[in-house]
């Protein structure tokens, strides 16, 4: 439990140090970039404190031009992987549960950086998040989305990625970027279980940017579900 009280802590004292620089930073110019430096230099902290060592690759694949990431979902901290290995800004696509919107804080930066929360228990709530995370990237703004839905293993205990809810994917279509998928390995066990408290263990983490996905741009008749498989069997040929 060492690891998870110092992670904890961490979190609790660096996040109550930006509530004083809020309101400077909605006021900024480059507020997104503000924020997202911030939030990358916190990520690393905070993997770098409990020794989780992350190992990238193929960060020279990332398009000038805004994109859709898409990223497996073996661990409660993956998105901190993330934060600490996307070198641009982003928005994500979240959860909309109230322990992610209601937090301090991180739901006030989530704005700044557009993420978008989606309610995947109303189609029409969901479509509305689908278009506002599309309108971003048309914007200029790069989105960030876990197209498993939830945890690999808690989806489907023997895959290496579970299946996609394909539906995600449409941002894509709609903002008629390219899709860059990102694999995350070895991340399962850095945290275990899914709920606030957890036991966090130190291991190294690799994450490889693949060559970014253009196929629904050439044929946008494609449908999400085959895309979705596509991109996963992708995915999951990089795991091996």
């Given at each position: 439990?060492?690891?998870y009280?110092?992670?904890?802590?961490?979190?609790?004292?660096?996040?109550?140090?930006?509530?004083?620089?809020?309101?400077?930073?909605?006021?900024?110019?480059?507020?997104?970039?503000?924020?997202?430096?911030?939030?990358?230099n916190?990520?690393?902290?905070s993997?770098?404190?409990?020794?989780?060592?992350?190992?990238?690759?193929?960060?020279?694949?990332?398009?000038?031009?805004p994109?859709?990431?898409?990223?497996?979902?073996?661990?409660?901290?993956?998105?901190?992987?993330?934060?600490?290995?996307?070198?641009?800004?982003?928005?994500?696509?979240?959860?909309?549960?109230?322990?992610?919107r209601?937090?301090?804080?991180?739901?006030?930066?989530?704005?700044?950086?557009?993420?978008?929360?989606?309610?995947?228990?109303?189609?029409?709530?969901?479509?509305?998040?689908?278009?506002?995370?599309?309108?971003?990237?048309?914007?200029?703004?790069?989105?960030?989305?876990?197209?498993?839905?939830?945890?690999t293993?808690?989806?489907?205990?023997?895959?290496?990625i579970?299946?996609?809810?394909?539906?995600?994917l449409?941002?894509?279509?709609?903002?008629?970027?390219?899709?860059?998928?990102i694999?995350?390995?070895?991340?399962?066990?850095?945290?275990?279980?899914?709920?606030?408290?957890?036991?966090?263990?130190?291991?190294?983490?690799?994450?490889?940017?693949?060559d970014?996905?253009?196929?629904?741009l050439?044929?946008?008749?494609i449908?999400?579900?085959?895309?979705?498989?596509?991109?996963r069997?992708?995915?999951?040929?990089?795991?091996h």
């Amino acid at each position: 439990m060492l690891n998870y009280i110092k992670f904890a802590i961490f979190q609790v004292i660096n996040f109550s140090l930006i509530v004083f620089h809020i309101k400077e930073l909605k006021k900024e110019p480059h507020n997104i970039k503000v924020a997202h430096r911030f939030l990358y230099n916190h990520a690393k902290k905070s993997l770098r404190l409990v020794n989780i060592n992350v190992n990238v690759e193929g960060m020279e694949k990332i398009p000038k031009e805004p994109v859709l990431f898409i990223s497996n979902h073996s661990s409660m901290l993956d998105s901190f992987i993330l934060l600490s290995t996307i070198n641009v800004p982003c928005g994500y696509v979240i959860a909309d549960e109230p322990v992610w919107r209601n937090m301090p804080v991180i739901n006030r930066l989530a704005k700044i950086l557009k993420s978008v929360y989606i309610d995947r228990k109303n189609p029409k709530k969901g479509m509305e998040a689908i278009n506002e995370a599309s309108k971003n990237i048309i914007d200029g703004q790069n989105m960030v989305v876990f197209p498993e839905g939830d945890l690999t293993w808690v989806k489907d205990p023997d895959a290496k990625i579970s299946k996609f809810r394909s539906g995600a994917l449409k941002i894509a279509y709609k903002a008629k970027c390219m899709i860059v998928p990102i694999v995350i390995k070895n991340s399962y066990g850095t945290y275990e279980g899914f709920n606030a408290v957890g036991k966090i263990n130190s291991k190294d983490v690799d994450v490889e940017f693949l060559d970014p996905i253009s196929i629904h741009l050439e044929d946008p008749k494609i449908k999400t579900t085959e895309l979705g498989e596509f991109l996963r069997q992708k995915m999951i040929d990089k795991m091996h």
